[in-house]
């Protein structure tokens, strides 16, 4: 039982709340419960509740309100008269003050734990405390306490929440506060912050002197010391200001090699600087030299050094298509790795880099930084603070980093003969080597001593284990790869080599090596490599499987393909010394038709009633993986997510701005619901581009709906309400009902979440207007949804029922799933409880938690809080957990406050 004191005067028991009639028992009953266990005097009770207006029969009539008081707590406490008053035993815990005050003081040097505690606190409050007690001085002083209290809550809850990086969620709550604070300095401090960690630097230096203005002008003091060193660290944008990513231990080295010949001096190297703690090594070296395998060697031989982890990110810094890993993308993938959830990570290098700065300080890892371009490409990607070790590999000599001397250099050279042998030896086995010295002793010449030219040699000479070594040195020679590996340029050193065993597969395979260069990476599967050659699946993965056991192609997870960057350069050699360019642009075509008519048909499984556009044409020879189920699809995005990002500007970039659009608002059903928004608001932009560019106000009137619901998401609500509202306008335009009703209720949801349900409704009812058919049964959701926010319970029910009966007409099972949880919330609100359950549990049966697994877990918790509304506690605790089972599936900034209320619910059940 809880006596609650912060809003209206009640009793909450497991039946829900028991209602106290009259402001003077009211008052009675908050004097008592605020005692804390003690005895209040009938001296203290009478003044509280009376004051100064005390009648003469004041002390009869206090005894009428303690009995009064003790009927309704009976079987609940006790009120105990004993001299010189009465004594209120609630037990720990009897009141929701004593509640709140336990949540607020409860340390902890976790800001996620303390965030969860302080939301639960704030979630006590329904309103200002004692709101409906006689205005006497000293229930006035205790309801001043209680918002001091509130507001010191409130205080804390926002310096956990900037510590978890969650500045844009939590800058509208800090502008309201600074305004009804002006006086406030630690609240504009955490303003200030804010704004500083969404890029708005101005802004946050604005308020810093608004408020020494107003701290002048009206009671003659200065900006505290804090205040001031803070406006000094933004001007300096001092990197200790950003906040602290979660800590997640990465190990993505990939597979070494069991053995790695002639390399000991130089991983004794390695060693010596581990030991002497130096930063920052670069391994730099001719192509094929075997940088990135000693790299990876040494770094498998000591990760046990590294307790935090190790990371591995190829920069593509020698790609010939020019596909070099810019340093926003590098960023961005480390952040990834090093457990900054996606929906964190900011916009913009610089920011980027100091985020990543900050997730690794204080941490022991080693980051691996394969074939990088430049030094440039390298030094937004070094850590800020000691601890960690970076080993970069490189042909470029990576000068600006070691003449500085923040890096040390390693130059690997072509290996000696006896260590040529060595390597040979490893791979073929000592006998077959020791039986044709001069065979061996050929190869390595024909070789140069070059690793991966010998590698190449030794896989070919194991595949065939029927072929004698001289036949391999005589196929070399005839190769004319002997003038060739003595080049001094980079890609001729290996033509030959590569060149060799591209003529050694079957004219189908080597079509498609050359085509796969075509491809953006980083992984290819069958259905695309097939579409890319214009050919059917089965003889695609014929070719596939010719290409890996040449060692030309690498599967490095079943079914997805790779090409190794001097292998991609070649095969792109290839393909414009032997395909013309419209074949190389029918191959291109081929593969965006690939993605594009698999992309639509996924994103319909996902999202039914996707606005029809009108899609090219499928070309001859293209192969779509068309999933069957909403599984499939979901999996098809997720293994293909990462390429499909590629290849929508690959798209944009070669004149299939048609494709552009269409693919990146394919995509948006996977990334809304799965919390991809920075990526949503990347094809978006490159969607709009594209619709500019083709005058094509359907296509950018599509484009900023993506990017004004990503917006919206990311709590951008301003820009959000600018690119949805620009939408709205071009639908008008283009006499589209349906979508600019679509509009009209996104703009509603944004509304919402900007605290505006006025607005939210206005924009409801224009949906409402508009929508027809298909859509019409989401639209009177959206509108009963609205009412409901504004209070108007049976209009929210009229429009639900309506909405459920347009779902049943059109068998929409999804939307019937969300207008379920609408009327089960309406249900509950009316009081109705029972009803409400059941409405949850239709929508819980309904929904397909794989679509939007967010929604699903919010619908079982509204189920689990009307379970426990029935006293059904059992039930409640099962619904809870399965919520929390899928937000642990997910990592939004919208999931937050639910997980935390979830996890409180369960604690105090458990």
């Known amino acids: 039982m809880l006596v609650r004191l912060l809003g209206p005067v009640d009793i909450h028991d497991d039946d829900g709340p028991v209602p106290v009639r009259g402001s003077r028992r009211k008052a009675v009953l908050a004097t008592l419960a605020l005692g804390r266990g003690t005895v209040v005097s009938t001296d203290r009770l009478i003044d509280a509740v009376w004051g100064a207006d005390a009648p003469p029969g004041a002390a009869t009539t206090l005894q009428s309100h303690v009995s009064h008081l003790r009927g309704l707590l009976a079987g609940r406490a006790s009120i105990v008269a004993t001299p010189p008053g009465y004594l209120l035993d609630l037990g720990p815990d009897g009141t929701d003050v004593e509640v709140a005050e336990r949540l607020v003081g409860t340390g902890s040097p976790d800001p996620a734990g303390r965030a969860r505690r302080l939301r639960a606190a704030l979630a006590l409050w329904r309103g200002r405390a004692l709101p409906d007690v006689p205005r006497t001085s000293w229930l006035d002083d205790q309801a001043a306490r209680l918002d001091d209290l509130w507001l010191r809550a409130r205080r804390a809850l926002l310096d956990a929440s900037l510590e ?96 790695l010949a002639g390399r000991s001096r130089h991983l004794a190297d390695l060693d010596a600087l581990l030991a002497r703690g130096v930063a920052v090594a670069t391994v730099s070296g001719t192509a094929g030299v075997g940088k990135s395998a000693l790299a990876v060697h040494w770094a498998h031989r000591v990760a046990d050094r590294f307790p935090d982890g190790q990371l591995y990110l190829n920069l593509r810094g020698f790609d010939l298509t020019g596909q070099a890993l810019d340093p926003v993308q590098a960023l961005r993938g480390l952040l990834e790795a090093s457990g900054v959830p996606v929906t964190r990570i900011p916009g913009g290098r610089d920011a980027q880099a100091a985020t990543y700065r900050s997730a690794l300080a204080g941490r022991r890892i080693l980051i691996l930084l394969d074939n990088a371009r430049d030094a440039e490409q390298v030094r937004p990607l070094l850590p800020g ?9 490189s042909r470029d000599q990576l000068l600006g980093l070691t003449t500085t001397g923040a890096a040390h250099p390693l130059t690997l050279d072509l290996l000696s003969t006896a260590e040529a042998v060595e390597l040979l030896a490893l791979r073929l086995g000592a006998d077959r080597v020791a039986a044709e010295p001069d065979a061996v002793a050929d190869i390595v010449g024909y070789c140069a001593r070059l690793p991966l030219a010998l590698a190449i040699v030794a896989a070919r000479a194991a595949a065939r284990p029927d072929f004698t070594l001289a036949a391999m040195a005589d196929e070399l020679r005839a190769g004319g790869v002997l003038d060739t590996l003595h080049g001094g340029d980079v890609a001729t050193d290996l033509r030959a080599v590569f060149d060799w065993s591209y003529r050694a597969v079957s004219p189908a395979a080597a079509a498609m090596f050359r085509l796969l260069s075509l491809h953006p990476g980083p992984d290819v599967g069958p259905a695309v490599a097939a579409s890319l050659a214009g050919v ?49 642009q029918a191959a291109l075509a081929r593969m965006f038709d690939h993605f594009l008519h698999t992309a639509r048909p996924a994103a319909e499984l996902l999202a039914p009633y996707l606005p029809a556009v009108a899609v090219p044409a499928v070309r001859p020879g293209v192969t779509a993986a068309v999933p069957g189920t909403t599984d499939d699809a979901v999996a098809w995005f997720s293994v293909e997510h990462r390429v499909l990002l590629a290849v929508v500007e690959m798209c944009a970039a070669s004149g299939f701005d048609v494709h552009a659009w269409q693919l990146a608002w394919s995509m948006i059903p996977f990334l809304h619901p799965q919390g991809h928004w920075h990526d949503q608001g990347t094809v978006g932009r490159t969607a709009l581009a594209a619709g500019v560019r083709l005058a094509d106000r359907q296509a950018q009137a599509f484009a900023r709906r993506a990017i004004g619901s990503a917006y919206g998401e990311l709590g951008q609500h301003d820009e959000a309400e600018h690119h949805l509202a620009l939408a709205l306008e071009l639908f008008d335009q283009l006499g589209d009902q349906t979508m600019a009703a679509r509009l009209h209720q996104g703009l509603a949801w944004n509304a919402e979440r ?22 019409r049964a989401g639209a009177l959701n959206a509108l009963g949804w609205a009412h409901a926010l504004c209070g108007d319970y049976p209009s929210a029910l009229a429009r639900c029922e309506e909405a459920l009966a347009a779902c049943r007409e059109l068998g929409d099972d999804t939307m019937a799933a969300y207008v379920w949880d609408s009327l089960g919330y309406v249900h509950h609100q009316l009081g109705a409880v029972e009803r409400a359950v059941a409405c949850y549990r239709r929508s819980v049966d309904l929904f397909d938690e794989v679509i939007n697994p967010n929604a699903q877990a919010e619908i079982l918790a509204h189920l689990a809080d009307a379970q426990e509304a029935l006293a059904d506690h059992a039930a409640a605790r099962s619904a809870r957990r399965r919520a929390l089972g899928i937000l642990d599936q997910i990592d939004t900034p919208t999931a937050d406050p639910l997980r935390v209320r979830l996890l409180d619910a369960v604690a105090a059940r458990s």
Request: glycine share 6%; net charge negative.
């Open 385 to 393: 603070t000691p601890g960690c070790m970076v080993v970069v590999t």
């Open 754 to 775: 900007q605290g505006r349900p006025d607005v939210a409704l206005r924009h409801a009812r224009c949906a409402a207007d508009k929508h027809t058919g298909v859509d």
């Open 536 to 584: 059917p699946l089965a003889p695609a993965r014929a070719a596939l499987a010719e290409l890996l056991r040449a060692h030309l192609l690498t599967e490095h997870t079943p079914g997805r393909y790779v090409l190794h960057d001097l292998l991609r350069a070649f095969a792109l050699e290839r393909a414009h010394a032997h395909d013309t360019e419209p074949d190389r």
């Open 164 to 259: 978890l990086g969650e500045h844009a969620t939590v800058l509208p709550d800090l502008e309201g506060l600074a305004r009804d604070h002006p006086f406030d300095e630690r609240v504009h401090a955490q303003l200030m912050l804010a704004l500083y960690r969404t890029g708005r630097q101005a802004e946050a230096l604005g308020v810093f002197q608004r408020l020494r203005k107003v701290l002048a002008d009206e009671l003659g003091i200065e900006a505290g010391q804090a205040l001031r060193d803070l406006e000094v660290a933004i001007l300096r944008q001092d990197p200790e200001l950003e906040p602290a990513p979660p800590v997640t231990r990465p190990a993505q080295l990939p597979l070494a090699a069991p053995a």
